[in-house]
């Protein structure tokens, strides 16, 4: 455990970051299985429906820091990827 004050704080501040950064994760990855459920079903409205929410909150999760820019531009490019095999 810390001793100084400032490195105490800062233990806190990450305990509340890596929670905030677990809940947008989480969320990313239910939004992607309903994408999932969606294609698999075959529902093309529920599919870009789920896929413009999915991609919302992955860019919402990379403007925050939660993810890199790569990693954003990969998932996105997955999910479209799915979505156009879907419709062709």
């Known amino acids: 455990m810390p001793n100084i004050k400032s490195a ?4 806190l501040v ?4 890596t929670l905030r950064n677990k809940m947008i994760k989480s969320t990313i990855k ?3 299985k309903k994408f999932d459920a969606a294609v698999e079903s075959g529902d093309k409205a529920a599919a870009e429906s789920a ?3 999915a991609v919302k909150k992955i860019d919402q999760a990379a403007a ?3 993810y890199h820019k790569n990693t954003t531009a990969r998932k996105k ?3 479209a990827t799915k979505l156009a095999a879907m419709n062709a």
């Open 30 to 32: 239910t939004l992607i």
């Open 8 to 11: 105490k704080k800062r233990v």
């Open 64 to 66: 925050k820091g939660v």
């Open 51 to 53: 896929f413009t929410n």
């Open 14 to 17: 990450i305990e509340t970051k």
């Open 77 to 79: 490019s997955q999910l």
